[in-house]
């Protein structure tokens, strides 16, 4: 009697079990598929050495956003600033509304973001403390134009400075 009732219920008690497991799995599945992607590690910086106490732009690595309306800003100040010899990382658009012209940096006196500064009129600096030591430039309908005329390079105290290994990719942007 027993034997005839464990065969009639072995059928659907197996396909209960691998219902149970089809809906784990489907669940699983589901969690990792809308689940965030993992932000990139921040890459620190690496101390350079500069010459003569002078820090020069094409030590600086830059990335541009366009915070406002108007099409290919970020593009034209990404060329200013290249023909300064500085170096490019990001050129993009951002989310984040911007007027004026905004630099992001490590630190408002750190010798990158007033060289940059230099170059931009009318900009206000924003502090971040990012690790890499690169600087974005997010530029706005108010843009306030290039300044040619600015040095290339930054009298800084010691032999060395932290800055980034190459092209950053920082997501002050968003």
């Not at 020069?56 to 023909?83: E, I, M, P, Y």
């Not at 300044?147 to 190459?166: E, F, Q």
Request: with cysteine; proline share 5%; glycine share 12%.
């Amino acid at each position: 009697m027993l034997g005839r009732v464990l065969r009639a219920i072995r059928v659907p008690l197996t396909l209960l079990i691998l219902l149970g497991l089809l809906c784990y799995g489907a669940w699983w599945g589901w969690t990792r598929v809308v689940a965030p992607t993992p932000k990139a590690p921040v890459e620190p910086c690496i101390q350079q050495t500069v010459s003569k106490g002078q820090l020069k732009s094409s030590q600086v690595t830059v990335n541009v956003f366009n915070g406002g309306h108007k099409r290919g800003l970020a593009g034209d100040v990404a060329k200013d600033l290249n023909n300064a010899k500085f170096k490019i990382g990001k050129v993009g658009n951002t989310d984040r509304s911007v007027s004026g012209t905004v630099i992001v940096g490590a630190g408002a006196k750190n010798p990158e973001v007033l060289l940059v500064k230099g170059f931009l009129k009318g900009a206000k600096i924003r502090v971040d403390k990012r690790a890499n030591h690169s600087v974005d430039v997010l530029v706005g309908n108010s843009y306030g134009g290039f300044n040619k005329k600015a040095k290339t390079s930054i009298a800084v105290k010691g032999k060395s400075v932290c800055l980034p290994a190459g092209p950053s990719s920082h997501p002050a942007s968003k």
